[in-house]
């Protein structure tokens, strides 16, 4: 099976994950797209449990949109090439590549082992509002190099962002049609991301 690792903190997922992944599968030759939470960042950000960004993810679950908890399950560092090795080590049977916004293809050098990972596997890049497809510009156009720069008339582009909807949710404002309703339930039962108040 052709499956696209939809790879992040997801912190909190948000319908902007889900509409990455739907239109991965709509305009490209992948199955399923696999969402698969970090363990920590590998930058080092601050991040809501892992048990809890795990739980909120499953609610994004559908028929062709999958978690995969192998990242916390295995207390991964966050780097890509790990997590890519160990899913082509675990199930051989699958074909795997890698979902990135075209956002990340400034910094796609800082990554651990790029070369290898870029040569190993196919990168589907999601256009993100105003950063462009400029493999050239970022040294990123060699042709050994598998992006595959995901294009269609059709294509929705959104600017949700977990950064802002974790900004509204300390300022307590409402987050209603940026999460889907299950995401939006947890976070309240659970208290995540409000602002903490002394006892």
Not at 16 to 31: C, K, N, R, S
Not at 109 to 137: E, M, S, Y
Request: proline share 5%; aromatic share 12%; hydrophobic share 40%.
């Amino acid at each position: 099976m052709k499956i696209a690792i939809l790879g992040g903190a997801f912190n909190p997922p948000h319908l902007g994950h889900q509409l990455i992944a739907q239109q991965v599968l709509d305009f490209t030759p992948m199955e399923t797209v696999w969402l698969t939470p970090c363990w920590r960042h590998t930058f080092d950000k601050t991040l809501a449990l892992a048990k809890d960004r795990a739980a909120i993810t499953k609610t994004l679950v559908n028929k062709h949109i999958k978690y995969c908890g192998d990242e916390i399950d295995n207390q991964l560092s966050g780097n890509t090439i790990e997590l890519m090795e160990l899913l082509d080590k675990k199930y051989p049977q699958h074909q795997f590549s890698f979902i990135i916004g075209s956002d990340n293809l400034k910094q796609f050098h800082q990554w651990g082992d790029w070369k290898k990972l870029i040569t190993c596997w196919n990168f589907w890049v999601f256009p993100r509002p105003r950063f462009g497809f400029n493999l050239a510009k970022y040294d990123l156009a060699k042709p050994e190099y598998r992006f595959k720069l995901i294009r269609h008339p059709l294509l929705i582009h959104s600017n949700i962002s977990s950064t802002n909807i974790r900004k509204r949710i300390k300022q307590n404002l409402n987050i209603t049609g940026l999460v889907p309703h299950k995401v939006k339930q947890y976070i309240k039962m659970h208290q995540l991301y409000y602002e903490k108040r002394d006892r």
